[in-house]
């Protein structure tokens, strides 16, 4: 649910530690771009074998409805959708001769050709071939990847589809892109939010190099690339706060609906959830309480989950239930019909122990001028062609530094590519907002 828990609590409900890590990536990148004044935010953590987007309104978004490997879970967690689009993914010709990638991974064992052991082309691969990963400085130099043996095989893929090396590794880039962008749809545009009104965040070791080009496609405006995007998720981890969930059915609807009885029902929960709190060891007097309740058309089989309405309204508890509801139908599917009645399934009940988060004292801005920054050019294949393009060390860009496309900045844990008509500049918290020039 975006909180961590005790270790008594995770093995007695290993059920809830699924996904842990995409959900530190959201924890993570939320925090970093509250810090940077940025509350709304699409999160793209790309890593190795898989894409998890989540979208952010403000708040980190949570489901009761997710499934994993065609399970319902039925615990609360961040809504997190996960595509097969990694920088291991695999690319292959089918047997209409379309270039695919993925959801097959190289994984880590044989690992992308390029690590010299695997021979099946992948994300890796193309972006190597293409400039936009350097041989001699992956992973800041410890690794050398093999670029002469990536050349033969992509050559080898690109003979089945008549084309060549240089364009096949861009269609490999283009597939999984198209990918991940279905993704960022299903999240926005299919659950009634506008993307272009949102900030991108990517993380993981492959997602600014995509970023861009992502972004340019479903109009998003701008990108905040964090200071480590590589290891973000570990970051989340270590600043999630203290999450426990509790839930109750119900069955309510019409007269039944009443404020008395559901607070009562509400501080019933609360009563139990503290005293289970309590003999954690945690502190019960620290904790915030946040209430909310799954609602659905009565003979419906799946609910929306809303926010408890405070009594500061004079309004019949059911009808301000109802009106959230419709207000929240509305944008997931398009339509409500208030002519329906609702009822109340479940009481849910979210309570939190907020943990002390590290506090990153701005810097002031500086010059514009990158030059100290630049430690070489290298040639980069866009669809423009392949352009001579700056190369940047991410560790010595400072606030105010500014970088225009086409162009790398690289790091020990990841590489921002920037194309041309790109342009980024760093903020006061070392993170790189990227928007076109």
Known sequence: SGGSITVGLASEQPVRTILSGPAGGVVGA??????????????VDMGGTS?????????IKQTTSAKVGGYPIG??????????????????????????????????????????????????????????????????????LDRDRVVGLMQALASQINTDANQTALGINRVVNANMERAIRTISLERGYDPRLFTLVPFGGAGPMHACELAQELGIPRILVPSNPGILSALGVAIADIVKDYSRTVMLRGADLEWVRIDEEFQGMEGQARTEMAGEGLEVDKMAARRFLDVRYVGQSFELTVEYPSRTTKAGLAKVIGDNFYKAHLRRFGYADRAEPVEVVNLRLKLELAMEKPLVQPQSVGKADSAHALIGEAEVVFQEGALTSPLYQREQLTCGNRVSGPALIIQMDSTTVLPPGWGGAVDPFGNILLEPE
């Not at 925090?31 to 999160?43: E, K, V």
């Not at 894409?51 to 708040?59: A, K, M, N, Y």
């Not at 047997?95 to 994984?107: I, W």
């Open 30 to 43: 939320f925090y970093t771009a509250m810090q940077a004044g940025y509350p709304d935010i699409i999160t």
């Open 51 to 59: 894409t998890d987007v989540s979208l952010c309104p403000g708040e």
């Open 75 to 144: 615990v609360p967690m961040i809504d997190i959708h996960t595509v097969g689009a990694g920088g291991g993914s695999i690319a292959r010709v089918d047997t209409g001769g379309a270039l695919v990638v993925g959801p097959q991974s190289a994984g880590a064992e044989p690992g992308p050709a390029c690590y010299g052991v695997g021979d099946q082309i992948t994300v890796t691969d193309a972006n190597l071939l293409l400039g936009r990963l350097l041989p001699d400085r992956f992973l800041g130099g410890r690794i050398t």
